[in-house]
């Protein structure tokens, strides 16, 4: 992982394969199929790294020879919040590598004129100030949708909260950053620019209308 001075809170996952899934995932011919299985498997590989850092406590364990003392993730199970649509993509290949997570979800859509996000939905698991949170979207343009998604779950009592997106524009970093210095933030790919209807350049696209088939 790698950060960029410029642009703090931001770290990106430079790892060989990401790149090269990424790179499939945004060429115009990867049928739906493949952009799904991308998808999932990018965010597998990022939630890899996204919970490095998991608290640990020592646990004893019989083994076919002898007792010893391993270690597993303590604390509350950790809760995956997809913003949909498009976060939806992302939640099965991170639950392949943590199966117990809870599954919450918040509804946005960014209005097509104003580009402001418009909430529809809010429901996450309880206790969520004990919770360790991934908040999921595969893109990151203007910050908007981010930056509403983390208000609700802050209101809602989230304290530990980590932003996992695909693709992040420079614009849509520091709006996060800057509206919550406290989350961080992971991507796959920092690119140029958005451009005048609010897509990001070079990008994928729609990544909603890719995934589901929309467009
Ligand atoms: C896309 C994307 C993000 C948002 C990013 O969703 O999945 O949620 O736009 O844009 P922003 O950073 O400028 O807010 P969209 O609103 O198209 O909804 P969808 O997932 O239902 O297609
Ligand atoms: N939402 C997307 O799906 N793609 C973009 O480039 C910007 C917002």
Do not use: W
């Not at 997809?82 to 991170?94: D, N, Q, S, T």
């Not at 979800?105 to 909430?119: F, K």
Request: with cysteine; net charge neutral; proline share 7%.
């Amino acid at each position: 992982m790698t950060t960029t001075p410029a642009l703090p809170g931001l770290s990106i996952v430079r790892h060989p394969l990401v790149q090269h899934k990424l790179t499939i995932l945004r060429d115009k011919s990867t049928p739906k199929k493949i952009f799904k299985e991308l998808v999932d498997e990018i965010a597998m590989l990022m939630a890899y790294e996204a919970t490095s850092d998991l608290a640990l406590e020592p646990v004893p364990v019989d083994t076919p020879l002898e007792r010893m003392t391993g270690q597993r993730v303590s604390g509350k199970k950790l809760t995956l919040v997809p913003i949909l649509r498009a976060g939806l993509g992302m939640v099965e290949g991170i639950l392949k590598l943590v199966p117990s997570a809870r599954v919450g979800h918040i509804g946005l859509y960014r209005d097509h004129a104003t580009l402001e996000p418009v909430d529809y939905y809010f429901k996450i698991p309880a206790d969520a100030g004990e919770r360790d949170f991934l908040l999921l979207d595969p893109m990151l343009a203007t910050g908007g949708s981010a930056v509403a998604a983390i208000n609700s779950l802050k209101k809602a009592g989230a304290v530990r909260i980590r932003f996992l997106c695909l693709v992040a524009s420079p614009l849509g970093v520091a709006r996060v950053h800057d509206a919550h210095p406290d989350v961080p933030i992971l991507c796959a790919a920092l690119d140029r620019e958005l451009n005048e209807r609010g897509y990001i350049l070079p990008g994928l696209g729609d990544a909603g209308d890719r995934l589901f088939g929309t467009r």
